[in-house]
């Protein structure tokens, strides 16, 4: 089993429709979780941390379900920039960091 | 926010040739940096971890004398692919961290490289 576990997509959906993702860890000693969106050809870029209260950025949120270890994004009012692939990373710390990335959810917005 | 500048972003170069590649954190302190390459339409592959001042951590796989890695300063870390061939020819890319355990990494630009 992957440490870090995504569906691949391609999620194909309207411009303005509401779409969410969710990716799951085997490692409950996780600690620290987050999103990313990589561009075709280009790094990654932070979305957002993912907080056990979960959290908003405007029409993202982030969710985490420490019981079930997964967490989730939700997109509401997707738009044509939000094409891109987005990235689970858990994060485990003992002495050093140990940075997991999920192999990514393709979401491309068709007009 | 934390920026992160690797250079060059862009290396075409001969087989053979050694390719050194640079990771600059410029607005903080990076005592981790990560090394990454990613094949077209494939998931990032980390390479290696460094911490300033000690041996690189490379992955399984990944051959420690092939790719070089040195974290001299907190703010710089460079991997040098040696005697690079066609099948090293791929998107490299460096991300940093501050530290702690609620931090997130942050990655440089990335750096195409295409051997000939």
């Known amino acids: 089993r992957k440490e870090v576990e995504q569906d691949p997509g391609p999620f194909n959906v309207p411009e303005g429709a509401t779409v969410a993702f969710n990716c799951t860890y085997s490692?409950?000693?996780?600690?620290?979780f987050f999103w990313y969106r990589q561009d075709c050809r280009k790094e990654p870029k932070l979305l957002m941390s993912?907080?056990?209260s979960g959290n908003e950025d405007g029409r993202f949120t982030a969710q985490l379900n420490r019981a079930s270890q997964y967490i989730s994004l939700l997109i509401r009012d997707s738009k044509l920039s939000d094409s891109a692939t987005y990235l689970c990373?858990?994060?485990?710390?003992?002495?050093?960091?140990?940075?997991?990335f999920g192999s990514g959810t393709r979401l491309s917005i068709r007009p | 926010g934390a920026v992160v500048s690797q250079h060059p972003s862009w290396v075409i170069c001969k087989s053979g040739t050694s390719v050194k590649i640079e990771c600059r954190s410029l607005?903080?302190?990076?005592?981790?940096m990560f090394w990454y390459r990613q094949f077209p339409k494939q998931s990032l592959m980390l390479m290696a971890t460094?911490?300033?001042?000690?041996?690189?951590?490379?992955e399984q796989g990944v051959e420690k004398d092939k790719f070089l890695i040195n974290h001299a300063s907190l703010t710089l870390s460079t991997l040098t692919v040696t005697s690079a061939h066609p099948e090293d020819s791929s998107f490299y890319i460096c991300?940093?961290?501050?530290?702690?355990?609620?931090?997130?990494?942050?990655f440089g630009d990335g750096t195409r490289l295409s051997i000939l």
């Open positions: 991300s940093a961290e501050g530290g702690g355990s609620n931090q997130p990494q942050h």
């Open positions: 490692n409950s000693a996780s600690q620290s």
């Open positions: 993912v907080y056990s």
């Open positions: 990373v858990v994060k485990e710390y003992s002495s050093a960091s140990k940075i997991i």
């Open positions: 607005d903080f302190q990076a005592t981790t």
């Open positions: 460094s911490n300033e001042g000690s041996k690189a951590t490379y």
